[in-house]
């Protein structure tokens, strides 16, 4: 009996010692820390047809499945990172707000397919999305390494690899087979060393978005959000599974 209490003990503290540094007096609404304007600002000047690209590398593979030939296209792109920061002096999520040209184009694609007057007159902001803290693989450097530059890089918080919690890694599957390692971070107001907002020399434009510790699960639950990538809910489930309960 007496070990079994000790079991218990011990595994209540684990878990007290897991779970993030909670505030119940801090309350923080969802904000933004730059003008949408800037990010809104966007004018299509041209589309093109592409056989090549420093991201992306599309292919063809013809194989036999069971006897049958068959072909599927696919693209071989770089593996990547993506963190889950909560920032425990504000008791919330980081996370990241940006223009994504893909998520723009096809919405107008949509639009045009569906006859919708002033197809081409769609709003920038309809091309904004909610994401993690995220980056590319593009260096021969560990995984963790990269996460915590992509941290200082987009968000502007400092992070040593080792502060990184390894949370998942998985492919994306159909047309790549691209891995990435999903990660989660602990911060406080300390380590807030500069703006963030990526790297302008790589045509990054970010804006933070701090989602307060109570919105969590509405904000991850909400299926009228619809510009959110599918490993940014998978992680906000896997902190509210994890270190929430």
Known sequence: MVRLQLVGIARSLAFQFLRPKINSGVVCSSFSTTNPAAMEDVKVVKINDITESKYMNLKRVTYKQNGIEKTWDYFLQHDSVC?????????????????????????????????EPDATDLHPSNGVTYELCAGIVDRKEPVANIAAAEVLEETGYKVSPDQLEFI?????????????SV?????????????????????EMIDLHYLPLDQ??????????ENRPVGCLFALNWFLRKKMK
Request: hydrophobic fraction near 40%.
């Open 183 to 203: 990660f989660y971070a602990e911060v406080d107001s300390s380590q807030k060393v500069s703006d963030g907002g990526g790297l302008a020399e790589e045509g």
């Open 83 to 115: 963190i889950l920061i909560f920032d425990t002096s504000l008791q919330s999520v980081v996370m990241v707000k940006q223009f994504r040209p893909s998520v723009y184009m096809t919405k107008l694609k949509e639009r045009k397919e569906k006859g």
């Open 168 to 180: 998942a890694r998985y492919r994306t599957v159909g047309v790549s087979g691209a891995v990435q």
């Open 216 to 225: 969590v699960e509405e904000f991850a639950n909400d299926v009228s959000i």
